[in-house]
Every structure is written in C-alpha cells, then in structure tokens.
C-alpha cells in the first residue's frame, strides 16, 4: 500500500500548480482522500476530504474557491489544483487515504490528521 504525492515546485504568485496523488496496492475509489498542507513554522491543516461515499469534497473554509479535487479512477490518482497562487500558499503539501469513506463528516479537519495512509510530500513554494 503506497501513496504518492508529486507536482510541487516554485511558481511565482498568480500562477497554477496541480498535485498529483497516486496510489498502488488498493484503490482509492473506495477511501476517503485527503490534502493537508503544512506551511513553514505552522501545524499540518486539512486543505480538503473527498470521497465516493459522500459524493463530493469537504474544503477548508479559507481555500473555497483557489481549490480544486479531481479524480481519475482510472489512474487510480486523485488531483488537486490550485489557482491563483499566493506566497502563503508555500508548504509541504501531503495526501492522505483511510478507508473510513465519509472524511469523518463535519468534524473532517480532525479526521484527516489521523488517516491510516500518507505519502510523503511535494514542496509548493510561490515567490511574490
């Protein structure tokens, strides 16, 4: 079982990056799916939880909007884009898998911080 996240790097601000987070050795068609970003000096936060389950995407209030999940099931690759990028945006950003389908519902910021699988993370960082 192994996730993987990648398509990190520096862009300057006002541009786009889309993350790329693949999994072997089961499909994420039936877990929940989440990003987490950890900015320079800061906590891990939940960027967003997807799923099948639920039929859609919990976002982080202060990212509606500049955030986009995708998935290709067919990849077995779930994506997330982000639009408009601003310096605060720079961290590490990581996916993360549980087979709990439901991103734990409304309380899905805690949820996400105890998932059974994560892949290392891929480095945003946006110059201003």
């Known amino acids: 079982v192994q996730l993987q996240a990648s398509g990190g790097g520096l862009v300057q601000t006002g541009g786009s990056l889309r993350l790329s987070c693949a999994a072997s050795?089961?499909?994420?068609?039936?877990?929940?799916v989440a990003w987490l970003r950890q900015a320079p000096g800061k906590e891990r936060e939940g960027v967003s939880c997807?799923?099948?389950?639920?039929?859609?995407?919990y976002y982080a209030e202060s990212m509606k909007g500049r955030f986009t999940v995708s998935r290709d099931n067919a990849k077995n690759t779930v994506y997330l884009q982000i639009s408009n990028l601003l310096p605060e945006d720079t961290g590490v950003y990581y996916c993360?898998?549980?087979?709990?389908?439901?991103?734990?519902?409304?309380?899905?910021?805690?949820?996400?911080?105890?998932?059974?699988?994560w892949g290392k993370g891929t480095q945003v960082t946006v110059s201003s």
């Open positions: 050795g089961f499909s994420l068609d039936h877990y929940s």
């Open positions: 993360a898998a549980d087979p709990i389908a439901t991103c734990g519902g409304s309380d899905w910021t805690v949820f996400v911080r105890g998932m059974d699988y």
């Open positions: 997807s799923s099948s389950r639920i039929g859609g995407t």
